[in-house]
């Protein structure tokens, strides 16, 4: 799934190391797989294609123990190769032999293997390793929570290097068998589907697996004690949900929001298309935080969420995501609105089929809440910089380029779209750039002034009807009379907290 990214000083540095080693012809993995917003995420040089983590935790302790073994194929003869990890590491070994290592940087592991890999040759990783989540910390922050009765890997962009060694980059996907042993009484949820459990000497053992590739942010564990329920959608996929025992008054609408799962499943198969993953589910531990995440196939839900009653709608945000976000991924992190944008015009969508506001008057609420001077404007959806990454914008500005698009190319072309696209990049990622070349072909429209005013022009935008609006009187535009707020705005604006720290 990785493609190559090189950033230019990377190139650089490579092409230093190439010229005086070409007789050796191995060369070191650069610390970086290139991404702008990320220098460090990922690692360039190689490729994952399967994670198998085997990993014991102790609540009480928060001591977490584990063996991963990361099946991987070189790209390039190397020396030496990186992996992203913060925990301690007691023995790496590749292709079975004791390995070099050293640690660098914020969350480097340099592996010098005994021998160099060759390229385009597969390699086994195997790193064994011990510590505590809560209490390795970047810039004095932790994205493992400690719980009453366990702990969360839930994050985005970076959870992965607090509890297993990675290509931590969506560029890198994989699959994964997650195996996890616990206290008896104390449960380990994790992505996909639930293979086995078996107790002994007072610890049991869940194993799980995801076997489509997943972006390692996707990964997700959760441990604590859990009330399980079980079901499956009409076409007999798995649905698996986890409610902490200890949600106090949050219980009841955290339930009657993710039991909806596979009813909301079912409505977005309708939208974008075949469901692309193995199993369903959601989870809702004890958390204090307030954001939600769409990991993969089981979706993780603050208790927050549900403040207020049921909220379907950060149900169909994070369900959304399995089609836009977890199976066709960004390329690069500023490319978060093929993520964002559609999230949270599927939510729109799911007002609009409740009767409580369409697409077009969300979209009309939302342009108006905002006066031209509101610095709201000035965060370009299409490339908002690491610090506006999860920015109201990128959600509010980039459905309503959706909106846009909807009338420039009308519903049954728009349609198509939405649901030709999560098939024609399935399981890989693309650019913002690659839509917009995808809607251009499907609709046989030029729609790149579309994009460039609603994704990548600061400011406002001011609205000129387009050519199909002002046909049918649909127009993204500045309405007559001042529009009234939606029914489903103030459930929407609950959601807004999804990626907040
Ligand atoms: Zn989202």
């Given amino acids: 799934m990785h493609r ?58 928060d001591l977490l123990e584990g063996t991963a073994t990361l099946l991987t194929t070189a790209k390039q003869d190397l020396s030496r190769f990186n992996l992203d990890f913060g925990l301690k590491v007691s023995e790496i ?46 810039d004095g922050w932790s994205a493992w929570q400690r719980t009453p009765d366990g702990g969360i890997a ?85 649905i698996l949900n986890a409610y902490s025992k200890d949600l106090g008054d949050n219980a009841g609408a955290a339930r009657a929001s993710v039991e909806r799962t596979g009813e909301v499943a079912e409505w977005l198969e309708g939208v974008f298309g075949p ?6 589910g959601g989870y809702v531990p004890n958390v204090p935080s307030s954001f939600a995440l769409e990991t993969q ?4 839900y603050s208790p927050k969420q549900f403040a207020n009653g049921a909220n379907v709608s950060v149900v169909v945000h994070e369900l959304a995501h399995q089609w836009y976000g977890d199976s066709v991924s960004v390329d690069g992190w500023k490319d978060i609105w093929i993520n964002e944008g ?30 031209a001077d509101d610095p709201f404007w000035q965060v370009k959806p299409g490339d908002p910089g690491p610090e506006n990454q999860f920015h109201g914008a990128v959600y509010d500005r980039g459905a309503i380029a959706l909106q846009a698009l909807r009338n420039e ?20 990622n ?17 729609l790149a002034q579309l994009f460039e005013t609603w994704l990548y022009t600061p400011g406002k935008p001011a609205f000129t009807p387009p050519a199909a609006a002002a046909k049918t009187a649909r127009s993204l535009q500045a309405p007559a009379a001042k529009p009234v707020e939606p029914k489903s705005w103030k459930k929407i604006a609950e959601t807004n907290t999804i990626h907040e720290h």
């Avoid at 650069?30 to 994670?51: K, L, M």
């Avoid at 290509?167 to 994790?190: E, M, R, W, Y």
């Avoid at 007072?202 to 564990?221: D, E, F, I, V």
């Avoid at 599927?346 to 939302?366: P, R, V």
């Fill in 409 to 428: 190319v009308g519903d049954e072309t728009f349609f198509k779209i939405l649901k030709g696209w999560p098939t024609e990049r399935a399981y890989g």
């Fill in 342 to 371: 559609f999230a949270r015009y599927s939510q729109w969508l799911w007002s609009e089929k409740e009767g409580e506001g369409t697409a077009q008057e969300l979209a009309d609420w939302a342009y108006g809440l905002r006066a």
């Fill in 430 to 446: 693309a650019k913002v750039g690659d839509f917009v070349r995808y809607a251009e072909k499907v609709s046989n429209k030029p």
């Fill in 297 to 300: 196939t089981r979706p993780f």
């Fill in 154 to 238: 839930a994050q985005e962009p970076d959870s992965a290097v607090w509890w297993f060694p990675s290509n931590d980059h969506p560029l890198d996907k994989a699959t994964f068998d997650i195996s996890v042993n616990v206290p008896d009484g104390t449960q380990a949820i994790s992505n996909g589907v639930l293979q086995s459990q078996s107790s002994r000497l007072g610890w049991t053992r869940y194993n799980w697996r995801s076997n489509k590739p997943q972006a390692t942010y996707l990964a997700t564990l959760a441990i604590g004690k859990f009330d399980v329920t079980t079901g499956q959608t009409a076409s007999g996929l798995p």
């Fill in 4 to 61: 190559k990214v090189i950033a230019p000083s990377v190139l650089a540095a490579s092409l230093l190391l190439v010229i005086p080693a070409s007789a050796a012809s191995s060369v070191q993995g650069a610390p970086g797989i290139g991404d702008p917003y990320y220098p460090a995420s990922g690692n360039s040089g190689y490729d994952v294609s399967h994670y198998d983590l085997r990993l014991q935790y102790q609540p009480k302790t």
């Fill in 93 to 138: 070994r590749v292709n079975g032999a004791k390995a070099k290592f050293a640690t660098s940087g914020e969350h480097e592991l340099e592996v010098t293997p005994d021998r160099p890999l060759k390229k385009d040759t597969p390699a086994s990783v195997v790193v064994k390793y011990s510590g505590k989540p809560s209490e390795f910390k970047i």
């Fill in 275 to 280: 469901y692309p993953f193995n199993a369903l």
